[in-house]
């Protein structure tokens, strides 16, 4: 059974910076899509950015591209997200998401979820 374990949220200043980090176990992870969503209060989780594993192209919301960066480390089995040019509105609980041979973003639903971690921009 896969388990996603995310860290690194935090508060930061608008225009700063963060890191996340997800610690995915349970298996290896060829063909597998990880990625990350986040949910602010109030609001429907939304798509942030997406990794294919094994080639690691990457894909993201228009929001976020250009600030932030998704890669994986396969030797740690892990996935991270640098967030950059921090803006109020990133405010949010972020979560880390991985789906076997398709893209994280299409049926969500089905996705394997971490517990979320909080990521607070203030202004």
């Known amino acids: 059974q896969v388990q996603l374990v995310e860290s690194g949220g935090g508060l930061v200043q608008a225009g700063g910076s963060l890191r996340l980090s997800c610690a995915a176990s349970g298996r290896t992870f060829d063909n597998w899509d990880m990625g990350w969503f986040r949910q602010a209060p109030g609001e429907e989780r939304e798509f942030v950015a997406g990794i294919r594993w094994t080639v690691g192209t990457t894909y993201y919301a228009d929001s976020v591209k250009g600030r932030f960066t998704i890669s994986r480390d396969n030797a740690k089995n892990t996935v991270y997200l640098q967030m950059n040019s921090l803006k109020p509105e990133d405010t949010a609980v972020y979560y880390c998401?991985?789906?076997?041979?398709?893209?994280?973003?299409?049926?969500?639903?089905?996705?394997?979820w971490g517990q979320g971690t909080l990521v607070t921009v203030s202004s």
């Open positions: 998401t991985a789906r076997w041979g398709y893209p994280v973003k299409t049926v969500p639903s089905l996705n394997t």
